[in-house]
């Protein structure tokens, strides 16, 4: 089993920045691939951003390139989410995820453990 924790949502007006955190907790973290995925009221969730398990790879929605980077810590078992330049249309709740195969996903369905989310609004 492995624990996610996501912090670091909260309210910012348009073009503004904001980092989210998710902290693992429980197996090896370096042998998960990372995700993190939003989904808005009365939407689907959608993939935001990969990272693989030695952070040498990373792949991010066409939504999101060039104003999101996430990164990770394995030393201190944690992935990041940097998002700059955000749009009101990135208001959502954010969750990281991991999954063990080193299989690239980009499918909600391909990840196995889930964070509890971090509310993200911006503002127009």
């Known amino acids: 089993q492995v624990q996610l924790v996501e912090s670091g949502g909260g309210l910012v007006q348009a073009g503004g920045s904001l980092r989210l955190s998710c902290a693992a907790s429980?197996?090896?973290?370096?042998?998960?691939?990372m995700g993190w995925f939003r989904q808005a009221p009365g939407k689907e969730r959608e993939f935001v951003a990969y990272?693989?398990?030695?952070?040498?790879?990373?792949i991010y929605a066409d939504s999101v390139k060039g104003r999101f980077t996430i990164s990770r810590d394995n030393a201190n078992n944690t992935v990041y989410l940097q998002m700059n330049s955000l749009k009101p249309e990135d208001t959502a709740v954010y969750y990281c995820?991991?999954?063990?195969?080193?299989?690239?996903?980009?499918?909600?369905?391909?990840?196995?453990?889930w964070g509890q989310g971090t509310q993200v609004t911006v503002s127009s």
């Open positions: 990272i693989s398990w030695n952070g040498g790879s990373t």
């Open positions: 429980g197996r090896t973290f370096s042998n998960y691939a």
């Open positions: 995820a991991a999954r063990s195969s080193r299989v690239v996903v980009t499918a909600p369905g391909g990840y196995s453990y």
